[in-house]
């Protein structure tokens, strides 16, 4: 009996996430009601919160960890579509989904053995572990579509430079149009998307202040550089030279980068150096050492 | 009993009812995790970045796509030749991968150097593109047309296309395409931009921003270079160590017998990994930087629906 309870916690636990889960999809609501939602969803509005959310939001526990694992900002920034709420209750379902299937694995070793392959605790770390996995993959993509935006943007100021001044587009749309040409999609969804609009009420006033506040909420300082140089446009000062002297300030940056990295690589390239003593000693000695325990009588 | 004969013998309402279970539950599990079904089909536009990568390989090469991917494709044969040849069950393993990676590794260093000599040679064109319209009077497309026709050694293929008749726009895209350089795209994107203002408005931005940024650009591709070139040296200098210790280990009977042996394997095995590993840490040390790639064609189209 003993050893059914932690099945049967999983399993009802399981079962409760898993009703928790269908319950977000919000079977029971109206369709025209659900497109009133995806219609504002759409043009950037606030929707109601779901039952769930509404939950989620009024549990402290629950609340303490979003605001400590700063989801909201983190997945506008990774640019997914879910909320905070629907996010953390993926995740926990995932973990523990991880937990009963090690769990199943498990219990076919006790039924195939008669004993535990390892002991069911380690259930608990490995969905400790798929739990830390998820949270650092939304990380990661956050700071992958920071990077690619902020280089797409200093790789399109030559061409902002051009078709702002002899084609007399606004800053903006040129920084769209160029967006869409581009081998990914991160710079897009934020400027041509509206995806600002999931961290940024849209009350500024102008282009530059917009751009101003996405540097400040998505951690992209060349939005800044940017909406400096659109300034100094408006009073006055050439389109083109202004976006180039940007252009070409971002690519003496990355040459100092370079050339700082290949610096620094001449240094670092001898600890992988040095390691590869590793692999020459295991080499020579795996074999002497194996000779010595069996001349002893160890092997 | 197999597996097989066992399932034949179950009573078909079983079978079909258990099937009904897991497809719903894939079901509710993909409604869970808000899988969008849709998106997980590949969209017209979007490329493989695997292929796109070897591409790039081959531009630098100078080769077709398809002779580099079937080269690439009869080294790993070649891996799995030597594996059957000789019967060691490792180079099953070893083989292949060593086929795949080594050839890729060996020809990286040549690419990228063609490469920039590409570059270079076609920041050379484009002052010479400015000479054509500055003092030979010559409009774009004449100029364009007139580079075409003498390319110089290294820019034969790319600037083939400008060569050619009909529409230039369509000509620079393919230029861009060819040459899967990002130097060669941005100017390329410059000049589908460019293309219908005066002469004048085109001899100053050559001037004053596709020289001067390109210069700009070609340095910090040399400083990648600088950067790979490290990268190759020591990672050619860690697999000749490790080749002639082995080739020392196993010319000694004691040493041989022990590596044949299963805990001998295993070892190799350990060591194989460790040399990976310490390859793969050397790439992260000194990683090159990357850029925006261009969607030239779509960059002449929104060009082509705001009025050419």
């Known amino acids: ?299 | 009993m197999t597996p097989l004969a066992a399932v034949a013998q179950l009573p078909v309402l079983l079978v079909i009812g258990v099937i009904v279970m897991l497809s719903a539950a894939c079901a509710a599990c993909a409604a869970i995790l808000d899988l969008d079904l849709a998106r997980l089909r590949p969209a017209r536009e979007r490329r493989i970045p695997l292929l796109e990568r070897e591409k790039d390989m081959a531009a630098g090469l100078g080769w077709p796509w398809q002779r580099w991917l079937a080269l690439r494709l009869s080294f790993i044969a070649l891996g799995l030749v030597v594996a059957w040849l000789t019967g060691v069950t490792l180079l099953w393993l070893i083989g292949p991968v060593t086929g795949a990676v080594g050839l890729r590794f060996a020809l990286a260093g040549r690419a990228a150097s063609r490469r920039l000599r590409m570059e270079r040679a076609f920041l050379g064109q484009l002052r010479n593109l400015r000479d054509r319209m500055a003092v030979s009077n010559q409009s774009l497309d004449t100029a364009l047309q007139e580079l075409g026709r003498n390319p110089g050694p290294d820019l034969g293929h790319v600037l083939a296309p400008l060569a050619r008749g009909g529409s230039t726009i369509a000509n620079i895209v393919e230029m861009g395409v060819r040459a899967r350089s990002p130097i060669v795209e941005q100017a390329a994107a410059v000049l589908i931009w460019a293309r219908s203002r005066s002469t004048d408005f085109l001899i100053q931005t050559i001037d004053t921003v596709l020289v001067p940024v390109g210069e700009a650009e070609l340095a910090i591709q040399e400083e990648s270079m600088v950067t790979l070139a490290q990268q190759r040296a020591v990672t050619f200098a860690m697999s000749s160590l490790i080749v002639v210790m082995l080739a020392i280990a196993l010319s000694v009977d004691t040493l041989r017998a022990y590596y044949q042996s299963f805990s001998g394997q295993v070892v190799l095995v350990i060591v194989a990994l460790l040399f990976a590993g310490l390859v793969v840490l050397l790439g992260l040390i000194v990683r090159p930087q990357s850029w925006t790639r261009w969607n030239l064609q779509r960059l002449a189209d929104e060009q082509e629906r705001l009025g050419g």
């Open chain 1, 1 to 299: 009996m003993a050893r059914i309870v932690p099945f049967a916690a999983i399993a009802l636990i399981t079962v409760g996430i898993w009703a928790l889960g269908l319950a977000r999809l919000d079977l029971l609501t109206p369709d025209d009601l659900r497109a009133w939602r995806r219609l504002a969803a759409l043009r950037g509005f606030a929707t109601p919160a779901g039952r769930l959310e509404r939950v989620a939001g009024a549990v402290p526990l629950l609340r303490r960890l979003q605001d400590e694992l700063d989801l909201h900002r983190q997945l506008a920034i990774a640019g997914w579509s879910e909320s905070p709420s629907g996010y953390l209750l993926r995740v926990v379902f995932v973990s523990l989904l991880s937990v009963a299937v090690f769990l199943a694995l498990l219990a076919v070793g006790l039924v195939e053995s008669g004993t535990w392959p390892a002991p069911p605790a380690l259930a608990l770390l490995v969905g400790a572990l798929v739990f830390v996995l998820q949270i650092a993959w939304l990380r990661s993509s956050a700071r992958t579509r920071q990077q690619q935006s902020d280089r797409t943007l200093g790789d399109m100021m030559m061409l902002v430079a051009i078709m702002t001044d002899g084609r007399g587009l606004q800053l903006e749309d040129a920084i769209r149009i160029l967006s869409r040409c581009t081998d990914h999609q991160s710079l897009q969804s934020i400027v041509d998307g509206r995806a600002w609009q999931r961290l940024i009420r849209p009350s500024h006033q102008n282009t530059i202040e917009l751009y101003r506040l996405i540097a400040i909420e998505y951690g992209i300082p060349l939005f800044s550089v940017v909406a400096d140089a659109a300034a100094n446009a408006n009073v006055g000062m050439s389109e083109r030279e202004t976006y180039t002297r940007v252009a070409a300030a971002v690519y003496q940056d990355r040459l100092a980068a370079a050339r700082f990295q290949a610096a620094r690589a001449k240094t670092l390239v001898t600890v992988p150096v040095a390691m590869m003593l590793l692999p020459l000693l295991l080499l020579i000695g795996a074999p002497i050492f194996a000779t010595i325990s069996g001349g002893l009588g160890l092997g």
